[in-house]
């Protein structure tokens, strides 16, 4: 990318936001901000618990993520978030006009495969079908590109690069 941009890595849960975000992060010489670390605490416990998040429940998450990312304006950022719905992503650029979206895109099987071997993690598989129902791909007219999660981190987060760096 030839301007500091942020970057929103986003996409249904195992598709590896958590570890492309801070590769990508260092590629490009930005900092990185951890998507969950902005959830509040009833978030997390509601999804461990196996209970998927209602909007009501997301507002105030994408509302601070956005924050962080309005602040890194100019400078450069990478930020994960699911951001499934249009919804979504339309908050968060209203709060940080510029944003730009890398939507890891995978198939369910190479993804639920990715969530059975992770560790530490709160959000349980279960809850994988109703992030795909919920999951709205980036419309053309949406700043932003898809990336397959096939292959290595490094080999996601290079063409991750790529990517960014053909936007207009």
């Not at 959000?123 to 994988?128: A, D, F, G, H, I």
């Not at 987060?157 to 053909?166: G, I, V």
Request: net charge neutral; proline share 7%.
């Amino acid at each position: 990318m030839r301007t500091p941009h942020v970057v929103v890595v986003m996409g249904v849960t195992g598709t590896g936001k958590s570890t492309i975000g801070p590769l990508l992060a260092a590629r490009l010489g930005v900092p990185y901000a951890e998507g969950d670390d902005f959830h509040p605490r009833a978030n997390i416990a509601k999804m461990s618990a196996g209970t998927p998040l209602d909007d009501a429940d997301r507002w105030p998450w994408l509302d601070a993520i956005g924050a962080w990312a309005r602040k890194r304006t100019g400078l450069g950022g990478v930020v994960s978030c699911s951001a499934l719905k249009r919804s979504y992503r339309d908050r968060l650029a209203a709060t940080a006009p510029g944003i730009t979206f890398l939507h890891l895109t995978g198939e369910r099987s190479l993804i639920e495969d990715r969530m059975a071997h992770r560790r530490g993690h709160f959000m349980p598989r279960s809850l994988l079908d109703s992030q795909f129902a919920t999951l709205q791909p980036l419309a053309a007219d949406e700043p932003g590109v898809a990336v397959d999660v096939s292959g290595s981190p490094e080999e996601i987060t290079e063409r991750a690069a790529k990517a960014l760096d053909e936007l207009p």
